[in-house]
């Protein structure tokens, strides 16, 4: 696996992963969010041109973090099937084989505004679907990355990404994540997905996630 990077957050240790997941050991715990199964064969059936193979590449992803860490829970911060058209036979098929690979996992999905119109995943997926805010341990755990009265949020929604920039007109895209002192984001992990440009602001601490390893980023 490619190596993480360990951050303390509100007195709790969490794994930045390359791969654009949070590993919470404490928990035992795999937080992913934007997941978006079926995004590509959504814009297919409006006849856009769209890469294939976008929710094989997402699961065997999945399938490695889950494996590589020692994961009691993967827990889903919105946005699981992009749409209705997600449900096709042959989508479901490929996700009762990942879900049958990790059987002994809890699953949970705080559902997103995606999730909303495609509707919770299938009964025999075994996914707990929970609405937002969820309160463990000094997080609240949310889809928008809304401020929670009493708690530091962890949220997704808004897919943040950071450009490098170098000499001339050098630039580099990539996905990040956002510490704050009272919202922190985690990068979509889907593979077919946007993003929304992250700049640095006072408080908050924006970590890179490439092919292989995290690391910060200094202002």
């Given amino acids: 696996m ?30 992913v969010a934007d997941v978006h199964i079926g995004k590509a064969a959504s814009y297919r059936a409006l006849h856009q041109p769209v890469p294939r193979g976008t929710t094989d590449a997402t699961l065997q992803r999945l399938d490695a973090l889950l494996t590589g860490c020692d994961c009691e829970q993967l827990i889903i911060l919105g946005d699981f099937l992009h749409a209705r058209t997600a449900r096709a036979p042959a989508t479901l098929a490929r996700l ?91 990068p979509a992990f889907g593979e077919f997905t946007g993003g929304w440009n992250i700049e640095p602001t006072p408080g908050n601490r924006i970590y890179l996630a490439a092919a292989d390893q995290v690391w910060a980023v200094q202002d």
Wanted: hydrophobic share 40%; net charge positive.
């Fill in 2 to 31: 490619s190596t993480h990077l360990t951050v303390e957050h509100f007195g709790q240790t969490l794994w930045l992963m390359p791969d654009r997941a949070v590993y919470w050991p404490a928990q035992r715990a795999l937080l």
């Fill in 96 to 186: 009762q084989a990942w879900r049958a690979r990790h059987a002994h996992v809890r699953m949970v999905l705080l559902r997103g505004n995606h999730d909303r119109h495609a509707g919770d995943p299938p009964t025999q997926l075994g996914i707990e679907v929970r609405d937002q805010p969820w309160v463990l341990g000094p997080f609240a755990l949310q889809h928008e990355p809304d401020v929670h009265q009493d708690y530091p949020v962890l949220a997704g929604h808004v897919h943040p990404v950071f450009v490098l920039r170098g000499r001339g007109r050098q630039r580099l895209r990539l996905s990040c994540f956002v510490l704050g002192e009272q919202v922190s984001l985690l």
